[in-house]
């Protein structure tokens, strides 16, 4: 589908022509590149022997990062609730305790799953940079405080279960220390 009103540079938002170029425009593109490799992780780890450990909780933040999308649109009333920090620090919280502990730096590349999951990571610890950003230049950054600490807490997140994938998985961690 196309309409050619994006064509001069600008776009709608809730009614309210801005530039493609704007910080909110760039915001809402981090949400949907979130979304993108959340859900590539998830069909690689559809195939896992532990997927129905996992795929629960990725549905879970793949529907709240497009209910971020419509908050930061306007289409959708921010609410608190919406993001359950605890849940996600529980689950850290589950991870590491099976986890062996971390002494040293390691490499997200022992399997393709660990890859995808850190790539998620990375992707929302971009996001959380710019998310604080815009929050702070727009002086709206109490407005959010939830959302951004669930998104602080999501790389976490990200960073447990790719190491949890490569337990599973019975991998060694590749410490950084380690190599060449």
Known sequence: MYTRKGDGGFTTINNLEVR??????????LVDTNIVY????????????????????????IKIF??????????????????????????INDATKILPELKNFILPCSTENCAALDKCRVYIRNFEIELFRYTEDN??????EEML???NRLSSYFFAISRLSMHFENKEEIYLKDIG
């Open 38 to 61: 959340i859900c590539d992780a998830r069909r690689l780890l559809s195939q896992a022997h532990y997927a129905h450990l996992l795929l629960p909780d990725l549905d879970k933040i």
């Open 139 to 144: 002086e709206i950054f109490n407005d959010y």
């Open 149 to 151: 600490s669930y998104i």
């Open 20 to 29: 493609k170029s704007s910080d909110i425009i760039n915001i809402i593109g």
């Open 66 to 91: 497009y209910n971020i999308g419509s908050i930061l649109s306007g289409y959708l009333a921010y609410d608190a609730n919406t993001f359950n920090i605890k849940y996600i620090e529980d689950h």
